[in-house]
């Protein structure tokens, strides 16, 4: 808080009546690294997926805007951070899982969900096919992200084409 203070050019007692507690202070870094993180991918989802005509290319375009919000270097490094205090601030999880899965898990949903009801896809089980999507295309990142090791845009690029790929082959309904 001291750092922070002084970074900001404030004192400690400004930044407490501001925030309340260090908990608070947390809490408001996170929902702000994650709007900012996936702001372009709530866009896309938002915007284009739900009435899109082009299923695959759009989704890989989502796909490619939540990877690339979720793994910059502060991102991930502030996940880490999270992870590694959450026995002993689990608010920070919760806020983590609110703001970041939570939401876009969510707003994924309601979009595909919507091209289920247009008949572009048939999804029995929305829950278990927003994991699975998740974990074709951003999963491996954040794994090799905890190490520090980047996969490459090659790579990355494959990972969501071909999770992609893998999702619409058993969602898709070739319409």
Same mark, same amino acid.
């Given at each position: 808080?001291?750092?922070?203070?002084?970074?900001?050019?404030?004192?400690?007692?400004?930044?407490?009546?501001? @925030?309340?507690?260090?908990?608070?202070?947390?809490?408001?870094?996170?929902?702000?690294?994650?709007?900012?993180?996936?702001?372009?991918?709530?866009?896309?989802?938002?915007?284009?997926?739900?009435?899109?005509?082009?299923?695959?290319?759009?989704?890989?375009?989502?796909?490619?805007?939540?990877?690339?919000?979720?793994?910059?270097?502060?991102?991930?490094?502030?996940?880490?951070?999270?992870?590694?205090?959450?026995?002993? @601030?689990?608010?920070?999880?919760?806020?983590?899982?609110?703001?970041?899965?939570?939401?876009?898990?969510?707003?994924?949903?309601?979009?595909?969900?919507?091209?289920?009801?247009?008949?572009?896809?048939?999804?029995?089980?929305?829950?278990?096919?927003?994991?699975?999507?998740?974990?074709?295309?951003?999963?491996?990142?954040?794994?090799?992200?905890?190490?520090?090791?980047?996969?490459?845009?090659?790579?990355?690029?494959?990972?969501?084409?071909?999770?992609?790929?893998?999702?619409?082959?058993?969602?898709?309904?070739?319409?």
């Amino acid at each position: 808080m001291d750092q922070l203070a002084a970074e900001a050019g404030v004192s400690k007692v400004t930044v407490y009546n501001h @925030f309340g507690s260090k908990e608070n202070l947390f809490n408001a870094v996170i929902g702000e690294t994650l709007d900012e993180a996936l702001e372009v991918a709530q866009s896309v989802i938002q915007a284009r997926l739900a009435e899109s005509d082009d299923v695959r290319a759009d989704l890989v375009e989502a796909c490619r805007t939540w990877v690339a919000g979720l793994t910059t270097p502060d991102v991930l490094a502030l996940r880490n951070v999270i992870a590694g205090e959450r026995h002993r @601030f689990p608010e920070l999880g919760r806020t983590w899982q609110e703001e970041g899965p939570g939401r876009q898990h969510a707003a994924l949903a309601a979009a595909l969900g919507r091209l289920d009801e247009r008949g572009l896809l048939r999804i029995p089980d929305m829950e278990l096919a927003v994991l699975q999507l998740s974990g074709l295309v951003l999963s491996p990142h954040l794994v090799y992200g905890v190490y520090g090791t980047h996969l490459g845009e090659e790579l990355g690029e494959r990972l969501i084409q071909g999770g992609v790929d893998m999702f619409l082959n058993q969602y898709g309904t070739g319409a």
